[in-house]
């Protein structure tokens, strides 16, 4: 029991710093790096691919990734073209999430230290 202690407070510090969005986009992102692209297909998450033999347009997405983890680009590209461009959206979207969520703790911890914050950009009589 006190390792499930020592369990939760680091899950506590993990999620103080990072959104639980980012954090699951950045896994998802490092278990498909890590995966071996060139082993067969076993098992989807798709619902699509589970009902048609063809698959969706979002086939080989994830093999993509892995190829493209491996700086394989050609087979990335053959595998799913927009591979990379996925990637990119996400560590975009992670970039953005964090930005935010920076700002906005930074903005908490100066009206819990100073009071009532008014941000500079509320114009007049607003503060």
């Known amino acids: 029991m006190k390792h499930l202690g020592s369990v939760y407070s680091?899950?506590?510090?993990?999620?103080?710093?990072?959104?639980?969005?980012?954090?699951?986009?950045l896994l998802g992102l490092a278990v498909l790096a890590l995966t071996d692209p060139h082993e067969e297909h076993l098992f989807s998450f798709c619902p699509f691919s589970w009902?048609?033999?063809?698959g969706c347009p979002g086939c080989g997405l994830g093999h993509g990734i892995a190829y493209l983890a491996r700086g394989e680009w050609e087979a990335s590209w053959r595998a799913h073209p927009l591979a990379a461009p996925a990637v990119v959206l996400l560590l975009w979207r992670c970039g953005r999430l964090l930005y935010f969520y920076r700002k906005r703790n930074h903005q908490l911890t100066k009206v819990k230290c100073y009071g009532k914050y008014t941000p500079p950009d509320a114009g007049p009589g607003a503060g």
């Open 10 to 25: 680091g899950w506590h510090w993990v999620q103080a710093r990072l959104p639980l969005e980012v954090l699951l986009w």
């Open 51 to 54: 009902v048609l033999e063809s």
